[in-house]
């Protein structure tokens, strides 16, 4: 299973991108697939989830501006990322969890790393002020 994020970049505050998590090995849709980022010095920390029946989870910080969806004919999940702010700068990291249409209900579990089996190598976001 490959996971490749792609779509980061330098953007001024206030600006928009598109990351792209394209998988190979696994059927996206039938796998739930998360994003996560590591600011410099932090923790890596939960930004956004999508489930295969569609469910989706978000972090409080980017609700209303983050949103994931899923291109089954590309075999990829997306992030659109708007009203960027600098304090969303880091490395962004598509992740995919292992189980086949997980029933789990929790959210707590989309939102643990833990959860995730297969990660990508990752892209930087840059939100200049």
């Known amino acids: 299973v490959q996971l490749q994020a792609s779509g980061g970049g330098l953007v001024q505050a206030g600006g928009s991108l598109r990351l792209s998590c394209a998988a190979s090995?696994?059927?996206?849709?039938?796998?739930?697939v998360g994003w996560f980022r590591q600011a410099p010095g932090k923790e890596r920390e939960f930004v956004a989830a999508?489930?295969?029946?569609?469910?989706?989870y978000y972090t409080d910080s980017v609700k209303g501006r983050f949103a994931i969806s899923r291109d089954n004919a590309k075999n990829s999940v997306n992030l659109q990322m708007d009203s960027l702010k600098p304090e969303d700068t880091a490395v962004y990291y598509c992740?995919?969890?292992?189980?086949?249409?997980?029933?789990?209900?929790?959210?707590?579990?989309?939102?643990?790393?833990?959860?995730?089996?297969?990660w990508g190598q990752g892209t930087q976001v840059t939100v200049s002020s």
């Open positions: 992740a995919l969890d292992n189980l086949f249409w997980s029933s789990v209900q929790d959210a707590t579990y989309y939102g643990d790393r833990r959860t995730y089996d297969y």
């Open positions: 999508i489930r295969p029946g569609g469910t989706k």
């Open positions: 090995g696994r059927q996206v849709f039938n796998y739930a």
